[in-house]
């Protein structure tokens, strides 16, 4: 692994995209750093889009074809990114209704 790489993405992530072929460590210090970073990384594993989205759930409206996980993750933080989901399953539906439901109650409290 390249530490200047590692180096630079941790600082920028989105400077993930001068870097061809990152690593996943890379990739992974890249979306922590910048969920939206996820924009740039080919084909992300599952791990990867984990991180985007726990560091930005709305980070899944660059991803192509999300992990059920990783869809239900994003809107159980952020129950409107369902909007950003393709097709989004009825679990995934149920889960930003249910989202949203503690949300308002969290508002009115």
Not at 47 to 58: G, I, K, M
Not at 82 to 98: Q, R
Request: with cysteine; glycine share 2%; charged share 25%.
């Amino acid at each position: 692994m390249n530490l200047k790489n590692l180096a630079a993405v941790s600082q920028e992530g989105r400077s993930i995209k001068y870097i061809k072929d990152p690593v996943i460590e890379v990739q992974i210090a890249a979306v922590k750093e910048n969920g939206c970073a996820i924009q740039y990384i080919k084909d992300p594993r599952l791990e990867v889009q984990l991180a985007a989205v726990n560091q930005d759930p709305y980070a899944i409206e660059y991803i192509k074809n999300p992990f059920l996980e990783v869809q239900l993750e994003a809107v159980k933080k952020e129950w409107d990114t369902v909007n950003y989901i393709k097709n989004p399953s009825i679990e995934v539906e149920l889960a930003a209704i249910d989202s949203f439901k503690l949300a308002v109650m969290m508002d009115r409290s």
